[in-house]
């Protein structure tokens, strides 16, 4: 099983692997057996991993570009 360890530089951090780690969080939480103090770190992880998903897909959005087609011409320009 391999887990994303927390000590990673956030830019070292992909969307998918911090998707997955996620995941893996909420699997834990969910458990009965996971002990409070483990459980509080947990949280505090997720919502990391969770700010550093929302500003990849934020990045991502900005660089989505339109395509606009007009007389037989396809141009790009900034997704707003």
Request: proline share 1%; net charge negative.
């Amino acid at each position: 099983m391999n887990i994303i360890k927390m000590n990673k530089k956030n830019d070292e951090l992909n969307f998918e692997d911090s998707l997955m780690r996620l995941e893996k969080i909420a699997e834990l939480l969910e458990n009965e057996n996971t002990p409070l103090e483990e459980s509080i770190s947990l949280f505090e992880e997720g919502i990391a991993l969770k700010e550093i998903c929302d500003l990849k897909l934020k990045k991502a959005k900005l660089k989505i570009e339109k395509i606009i087609k007009s007389k037989n011409t396809i141009t790009t320009e900034d997704f707003e």
